[in-house]
């Protein structure tokens, strides 16, 4: 029963919002009588007309589902190359589309009061030294439970920049070869040569 009156109250209430909104239009002036004579039949015409007009508004891919950019996905040699020298440590942030891998706090077994947290940021897909920036973070806990966070600049930053591109690199060669071995050529620069 009640769930009969609450469908009566949400027709009720959508006839009246209906009414409403026709008032309004209507005596706002955004309703107005036209000349069919003034305007083109085929709605394209129309849509072109009002744009060298200046009046109306597009919603040019609106409800239009598309698939994401994923620039650093699995096809790019860095973002590969990364995921297979941090695999030591739990990862608690993947961005394939923002390009940022950050794994969870680690430490060893031997100094539990010190953890670092690495966060790698891709700047280009392109195998670079200056295509990829490594911060670290180190947090140093005391004996009751006080921890400080600090950012940790030293050789460490380096060495797994190195390796991560030394890696990529890697990867690179066997996709070529793999490539190679498929096709028979090799495509670089749309110059094909075997």
């Known amino acids: ?16 919002s209906a009414i409403l909104i026709l008032i309004f239009a209507t005596s706002c002036g955004i309703y107005r009588k036209t000349d069919a004579k003034k305007y083109p039949p085929k709605a394209s015409e129309r849509v072109k007309q009002n ?3 200046g009046e109306g508004f597009r919603l040019k891919n609106f409800g ?9 996905a699995t096809s790019n040699e860095m973002w590969r190359a990364t995921l297979d020298i941090l695999n030591f440590a739990p990862l608690s942030n993947v961005d394939y ?8 706090w680690f430490n060893e077994k031997e100094n539990k009061k010190n953890s670092l947290k690495i966060t790698v940021r891709f700047l280009t897909t392109e195998i670079r030294a200056d295509g990829l920036e490594v911060i670290l973070h180190k947090k140093t806990c005391t004996d009751t439970l006080s ?3 600090s950012s940790y ?18 990867l690179k060669k066997m996709d070529k070869d793999k490539f190679f071995d498929k096709n028979g050529e090799y495509k670089i620069n749309n110059i094909t040569r075997e």
């Open 1 to 16: 029963m009640t769930t009969k009156i609450n469908q009566a109250r949400t027709y009720l209430n959508a006839f009246i």
């Open 97 to 104: 589309s923002g390009g940022i891998i950050i794994t969870d």
């Open 51 to 53: 744009i060298e007009k």
């Open 147 to 149: 921890c400080s966070v």
């Open 153 to 170: 600049s030293g050789k460490l930053n380096n060495e797994i920049k190195l390796a991560i591109l030394k890696k990529a690199t890697i």
């Open 64 to 72: 239009k589902s598309k698939s994401g950019n994923f620039d650093f």
